[in-house]
């Protein structure tokens, strides 16, 4: 979960690729500010069509980077390439792509939000890499508010989604979550000390009551509960993007709204009704982030699509392959609508 350029990784076998960076130039963002000198960073994986529709789509999450999703992507893997181009695109504020610590706007980094990451995104597809249409757009956590985001702003172009563990508007429990999240990154007094204190915060989310009380954290290796918060928790924290990055990401999950695209004229419901990919929904039974009541309201609003909720104790983790049962769970799911012809199936539309 954390930053890697090639690493071999012993438990999937997965052998990840160096990620590339496209230079954007000006973006304007939803707030009406300008952000210069953007770049985004990505990765390919498979080779696209030369009419740029067998692409897939997989938006970072969270402190993640373009390899993040390297667990389901791969030859006779659920996003397979050997029939798909599978491009993980990194959020504004993963250390990667345009970021407080590597824009020369520092700490007057501006407001992102999910419409402008999906903004950047649509420009490196469309303008970069030829891409005409998504045969899926998939994400976990923040990468599922960014899948809901590129339905509703681009309609025409989305044939499936499927957001793992997220929604399309941040409610108000999660918004409890990142007041906590962003005031432990705030308060760093350095050697990391803010960002370990974020990491033991979302642990405190990530895994249901369950999993605590039947000590699963022992499934991964570790000896205890101190084991576990350090090794695992802190580390993800300190290895990753630098604390004033983590606070430019908390504030774009606290703005994901797919109201807020223009348009919808600030109503979540009718971005909702205006999706016209086959969606199938990937709640997890104990997600304490993002709750499955949530995603059965929008599963209600979605024209076309089912709700899949994904069992077992490891709560929102379970959307990143936390264990073996859920890597095959939401691998069936993703393969079963891969293989279904969209309801949205037509010319490609920008």
């Given at each position: 979960m954390?930053?890697?350029?090639?690493t071999e990784l012993?438990?999937t076998?997965?052998?990840t690729?160096?990620h590339?960076?496209?230079?954007?130039g000006e973006?304007?963002?939803?707030s009406?500010e300008i952000?210069?000198?953007a770049?985004?960073?990505?990765?390919?994986?498979?080779?696209?069509d030369?009419?740029?529709?067998n692409?897939?789509?997989?938006?970072s999450?969270?402190g993640?980077?373009?390899?993040?999703?390297d667990?389901?992507i791969?030859?006779g893997r659920?996003?397979?390439?050997g029939?798909?181009?599978?491009?993980t695109a990194?959020?504004f504020?993963?250390?990667?792509?345009?970021s407080?610590?590597?824009?020369?706007?520092?700490?007057d980094?501006?407001?992102i939000?999910?419409?402008?990451n999906?903004a950047?995104?649509?420009r490196?597809?469309?303008?970069?890499l030829g891409v005409?249409e998504?045969?899926?757009?998939?994400?976990?956590s923040?990468?599922?508010?960014?899948?809901y985001?590129?339905?509703?702003?681009?309609?025409g172009?989305v044939?499936?989604?499927a957001p793992?563990c997220?929604?399309?508007?941040?409610?108000?429990?999660?918004?409890?979550?990142l007041?906590g999240l962003?005031?432990a990154?705030?308060?760093?007094?350095?050697?990391g000390?803010?960002q370990?204190?974020?990491?033991?915060v979302f642990a405190?989310?990530a895994?249901?009551h369950p999993?605590?009380?039947g000590?699963a954290?022992r499934?991964?290796?570790?000896?205890d509960?101190e084991d576990?918060l350090?090794?695992?928790?802190?580390?993800?924290?300190?290895?990753?993007?630098a604390?004033a990055?983590?606070?430019?990401?908390?504030?774009t999950?606290?703005h994901a709204?797919v109201?807020a695209t223009p348009g919808?004229?600030?109503?979540a419901e009718a971005?909702l009704s205006?999706?016209t990919?086959d969606?199938v929904?990937?709640p997890?039974a104990?997600?304490?982030?993002f709750?499955?009541s949530?995603e059965?309201?929008?599963?209600g609003?979605?024209?076309?699509?089912?709700?899949?909720?994904i069992?077992?104790v490891?709560g929102?983790?379970?959307g990143?392959?936390a264990?073996?049962a859920?890597?095959?769970?939401?691998?069936?799911?993703?393969r079963?609508?891969?293989?279904r012809?969209p309801?949205?199936?037509?010319?490609p539309?920008m």
């Amino acid at each position: 979960m954390g930053h890697r350029d090639r690493t071999e990784l012993a438990v999937t076998g997965v052998v990840t690729v160096d990620h590339q960076v496209y230079e954007i130039g000006e973006l304007p963002l939803l707030s009406g500010e300008i952000l210069t000198r953007a770049r985004i960073g990505y990765a390919v994986q498979g080779r696209l069509d030369p009419d740029g529709r067998n692409a897939v789509l997989c938006p970072s999450f969270f402190g993640g980077d373009h390899t993040g999703y390297d667990w389901l992507i791969g030859e006779g893997r659920p996003l397979d390439t050997g029939r798909y181009c599978v491009i993980t695109a990194g959020l504004f504020g993963n250390g990667v792509s345009s970021s407080p610590s590597n824009h020369a706007s520092g700490a007057d980094f501006p407001l992102i939000t999910p419409q402008d990451n999906v903004a950047a995104q649509h420009r490196l597809l469309t303008g970069h890499l030829g891409v005409t249409e998504l045969a899926l757009v998939t994400g976990w956590s923040m990468g599922a508010a960014h899948t809901y985001q590129w339905a509703v702003s681009h309609p025409g172009m989305v044939r499936r989604i499927a957001p793992v563990c997220g929604s399309a508007v941040t409610s108000e429990h999660n918004q409890v979550f990142l007041t906590g999240l962003a005031a432990a990154l705030a308060a760093d007094g350095g050697a990391g000390r803010g960002q370990r204190a974020a990491g033991r915060v979302f642990a405190g989310w990530a895994a249901s009551h369950p999993f605590w009380a039947g000590q699963a954290y022992r499934e991964l290796g570790f000896t205890d509960r101190e084991d576990y918060l350090t090794r695992f928790w802190e580390q993800f924290f300190v290895a990753g993007p630098a604390a004033a990055d983590l606070l430019s990401m908390v504030r774009t999950w606290e703005h994901a709204d797919v109201g807020a695209t223009p348009g919808c004229d600030g109503s979540a419901e009718a971005a909702l009704s205006s999706v016209t990919a086959d969606a199938v929904l990937l709640p997890a039974a104990l997600d304490q982030c993002f709750a499955v009541s949530d995603e059965e309201r929008a599963a209600g609003l979605v024209p076309h699509t089912s709700l899949e909720v994904i069992p077992g104790v490891w709560g929102h983790l379970a959307g990143a392959g936390a264990s073996p049962a859920d890597r095959e769970f939401i691998g069936r799911v993703l393969r079963g609508l891969l293989a279904r012809v969209p309801t949205s199936a037509g010319a490609p539309a920008m």
